[in-house]
T-cell receptor, first 114, second 116 residues
Framework: DAGVTQSPTHLIKTRGQQVTLRCSPK?????VSWYQQALGQGPQFIFQ???????QRGNFPDRFSGHQFPNYSSELNVNALLLGDSALYLC?????????????FGPGTRLTVT | AQSVAQPEDQVNVAEGNPLTVKCTYS??????LFWYVQYPNRGLQFLLK??????LVKGSYGFEAEFNKSQTSFHLKKPSALVSDSALYFC??????????????FGPGTSLSVIP
């Protein structure tokens, strides 16, 4: 049973560039949530996707956007990168109609903005 | 506002001794509470949850947590610490607003070091 997978593992970008991170949920899960974890802090909720729509959003600017595909996989896009966007980006999946609060996390993508 | 606090940035314990990692929460209504562990350069691993029922919850790897409603606490415990338990521990609470479904609010984390 495949768990949550994320790609790439690491990424280095320059200020002003754009980045796309990818996530495949755990088999059977239909909901994907994205979190940003800055160094030394707890994960902060960015947004959640279900049925290919953004259902909830945390306190993040519009530079952060996402998408969910029919196979439930998801992308996180960040435009006009800032140094402060450097963080570990975590994807978590869940099954909305059964136990939506049981989230399984992927290993994360480490983004460094220089 | 709903929040989670972990009052200790760092906890040190000798191998074989009991360990406690503290967590307090502030949330309206009945809380859904969670503990996650994060090893270096890894994602979060689920340890245990409290939804309802017995205040003592047992989880993975010999960990347990005690829910105390009057003190709004959900402390993580283990009777005998292992060196391999050294990691970053996060307490979390489910956002209870109807529009927030399974949004989870995390605490700042506590670094646990088990000394051989």
């Amino acid at each position: 049973d495949a768990g949550v997978t994320q790609s790439p593992t690491h990424l280095i970008k320059t200020r002003g560039q754009q980045v796309t991170l990818r996530c495949s949920p755990k088999s059977g899960h239909d909901t994907v949530s994205w979190y940003q974890q800055a160094l030394g802090q707890g994960p902060q909720f960015i947004f959640q996707y279900y049925e290919e729509e953004e259902r909830q959003r945390g306190n993040f600017p519009d530079r952060f956007s996402g998408h969910q595909f029919p196979n439930y996989s998801s992308e996180l896009n960040v435009n006009a990168l800032l140094l402060g966007d450097s963080a570990l980006y975590l994807c978590a999946s869940s099954l909305r109609t059964v136990r939506p609060y049981e989230q399984y996390f992927g290993p994360g993508t480490r983004l460094t903005v220089t | 506002a709903q929040s989670v606090a972990q009052p200790e940035d760092q906890v040190n314990v000798a191998e074989g001794n009991p360990l406690t990692v503290k967590c307090t929460y502030s949330v309206s209504g009945n809380p859904y509470l969670f503990w996650y562990v994060q090893y270096p350069n890894r994602g979060l691993q689920f340890l245990l949850k409290y939804i309802t029922g017995d205040n003592l919850v047992k989880g993975s790897y010999g960990f347990e947590a005690e829910f105390n409603k009057s003190q709004t606490s959900f402390h993580l415990k283990k009777p005998s610490a292992l060196v391999s338990d050294s990691a970053l521990y996060f307490c979390a609470v489910r956002d209870m607003k109807k529009t927030s479904y399974d949004k989870v609010i995390f605490g700042p984390g506590t670094s646990l070091s088990v000394i051989p």
